[in-house]
């Protein structure tokens, strides 16, 4: 195990496989959860909440998925078993310390959380300056079967570390909050899923096949939906036909949207942040998995 001092707390580097040569790969797990992305600075830095690792396991590792091998972060309760799992799916901009500090606030609920840096293969985004480059050069070339097979793999390691297979939840934000409707679409054992403003219609492509409204129907796993009334990329009118989409389909999916609230409103390190519906929506994210047995 190797360990990077960092300003805020010690990554902790778990190899999962023999040691090899410090390559490219080895350097960008090191620094997953590391810092914050470049194409969002400067942050504001007054609302910016930390998290520290006492009583955590915490840190950088590398997990094996069928198309290589990938960087992820995650915490959890030192020496904890048995313990509920929340995959966290990141922005566009990665594995930054925004999504790190989520999976701490996970861990000192009892939780391990892991976020997988899902742009491995295509790119870092974390590095570039410019949104409409990360989405052109790096998001747009993933496709969502990879990302799956990604989160399979990322399931798989939690469970072999400490994780129950029994209790197992997902969230994700923006990308990522359309990558959780997404894979509770596909992974059935997955009890409970939170989707934070997360993409609903977009143009179909080779690497985007469908999106959540033409999942609608074959979710078999509860997810909660929490969106913006003034998110300029998301339009009320793709909200609502989401919320008839899931009230045809039946079962307990529900869409809850703030009125007030831009896109990115949980985003600490962001002028989009807006406490009181990050607050409230952590709550029921929270409500939401216990509820639903996680």
Partial sequence: MKTIATPDHDLHFDSLAPAVPFSRRD???????????????????????????????????????????????????????S???????SEIFGVHEH?????????????????PELFARQGDPRKLTNIQQIISEIVAKVPDAQVAADLDATLAWA??????????AVTGFCWGGRQT??????NPK?????????????????????HPIDIAAELKVPVLGLYGG????????????????????GGKSQIHVYPDAPHAFHADYRPSYRKAEAEDGWRRMLDWFRANGV
């Avoid at 313990?83 to 799916?89: C, G, K, M, Q």
């Fill in 230 to 249: 003034k998110d300029q990329g998301i339009p009320l009118d793709n909200v609502e036909d989401m919320k008839q989409a899931l009230a045809t389909a």
């Fill in 190 to 210: 997955v009890k409970a899923g939170v989707a934070w403003y997360g993409r609903i219609e977009d143009t179909v492509t080779l690497n985007q096949p469908r």
């Fill in 181 to 186: 409707w997404m894979y509770c679409a596909r």
């Fill in 27 to 81: 350097f960008v797990a090191t620094v997953v959860g590391a810092g914050f992305a470049l194409a969002v600075q400067p942050v504001a830095a007054q609302q910016i909440i930390t998290t520290d690792s006492a009583g955590l396991s915490a840190g950088a590792l590398r997990i094996a998925s069928e198309n290589g091998e990938i960087a992820a972060y995650r915490s959890m309760p030192v020496g904890g078993k």
């Fill in 83 to 89: 313990l509920p799992v929340v995959l966290v799916i």
């Fill in 99 to 115: 999504i790190a500090d989520l999976t701490r606030r996970l861990a000192k609920l009892g939780y391990l959380a892991v976020a």
């Fill in 159 to 168: 469970v072999a570390n400490g994780g129950d297979a029994s209790r197992v």
